[in-house]
Structures are given as C-alpha cells and as structure tokens.
C-alpha cells in the first residue's frame, strides 16, 4: 500500500526555537497533505489543508504565521512550528490522501513527538 | 458541517467479538472510514465503505447504512493487540477527513 513518511519522529527543543516537520509521500503524488494535532488521549484535530502550489488552508482557531506550511512538490509538505513554546507540545501527524479507480484513501504518516521545554 | 457519535470506551474479553458503532450526519457523504490507532502512534487505515452492507476483512468487518447514517466495525476473536482506539470517519468529497474522538477499546483476558 501506499507510504507517507514523516520526519522526525521526535524533537525536543528550547522555548523560542522553530523546528520544521517534514512528510513525503513515498509511491504516489498527493496533491493534496492534511495536518493534524493529538494531545494525550484527545481526538486527532486538522490543523491546516496543504495544497501543492498554493497556500494553505488553515482551520479556525489555527495560527498560520505560527505553523507554516509549504507544499512545494507532489511528494513533500512541511510543516515548520515557529518560535515554539511548551503549550505547542503535541503529536504531529501528516497524511496524505491517494486518488485511484479504487477510490480514495488517507495514510498517514508515523507522526512527530514535539516536546518544548 | 459534520457530527460524528461513538461510544467513548469499550471493554472486551479475548476472544470474544466485540461491535463499535459509529453513527454521523454530514452535509455531503462518499464514504465512510474506519482507522485503528495505538496510543502514541499514528492511525492506520482499516477500511473504506461506500455500499451499504458489510464488508468483511479478515478478523475486521465493517458494515455502512447509508439512509441511516450508521455504520459499525465488528473485530471478531478479540487479541491483547487489538487495544487500541478505532476512529469512525465519514468523508465528502474533497474535503478534508474530520475525525470524532474515537472508541478506546481495551481488551482484558
């Protein structure tokens, strides 16, 4: 089945600091990544839509000049947390959605543990 | 907009056959997906359903209705390793999958 790798899997960082996330999909093109935050045991949340060649969509309440997104080819998008501070602690997860005759499907990649101390 | 319902936690003996019901309203519907996610972990696909009736998968089943808006996931011989939270997610269209909070399922022997 298709593959989306996530980088890194997990980073601990000073207050202040920006640490950028990384997904590919690995064997197909996804013009199209998903973003998301899981606090321990909450639900997984959207954060943004990441659209290849345009800028993202954010949902309400999400800081976009605080979690940059860049989906600059079929294949990568990141995610970049920018001046971090511990409330930002969380689970990352990216996915990506695959388009077939088949239909559709969302794999996600293996998230990123941020803690920021 | 979308609401999705399932029960919060679940509990299950091993071996047993246990059912998680999902049931959801959207403002579009293609489909409906169900995920397993481990703690700490991301979630990983279990099954799409676009007709309604039950599609079976090995030890995994999921049923859909459509005209009710329902849809369930059915674990047959229940192992330790299948603790975990299931996600119920219906999808529309081109919009982005929006998950409910998930039945954590815990399975004691």
């Known amino acids: 089945g298709a593959v989306v790798s996530q980088h890194p899997s997990r980073v601990i960082c000073k207050s202040g600091t920006s640490v950028k996330i990384e997904c590919r999909s690995l064997d197909f093109q996804a013009t199209t990544m998903f973003w998301y935050r899981q606090f321990p045991k909450k639900s997984l949340m959207l954060m943004a839509t990441s659209n290849e060649g345009s800028k993202a969509t954010y949902e309400q309440g999400v800081e976009k000049d605080k979690f940059l997104i860049n989906h600059a080819s079929l294949t990568l998008s990141t995610l970049t947390v920018t001046s971090a501070h511990p409330e930002d602690s969380s689970f990352y997860i990216c996915?990506?959605?695959?388009?077939?005759?088949?239909?559709?499907?969302?794999?996600f990649g293996s998230g990123t543990q941020l803690s920021v101390l | 907009g979308q609401n999705i319902d399932q029960p919060t936690e679940m509990t299950a003996t091993e071996g047993a056959i246990v059912q998680i019901n999902c049931t959801y309203q959207t403002s579009g519907f293609n489909g409906l997906f169900w995920y397993q996610q481990h703690a700490g972990e991301a979630p990983t696909f279990l099954s799409y359903n676009v007709l309604d009736g039950l599609e079976e998968k090995g030890r995994f089943s999921s049923f859909l209705s459509r005209s009710k808006g329902y849809s369930y996931l059915l674990l047959k011989e229940l192992q330790m390793k299948d603790s975990a939270s299931y996600l119920c997610a219906p999808h529309s269209g081109n919009t982005p999958l929006v998950f409910g909070k998930g039945t954590r399922l815990s399975v004691i022997a």
């Open positions: 996915s990506a959605r695959e388009s077939s005759i088949r239909g559709e499907k969302l794999f």
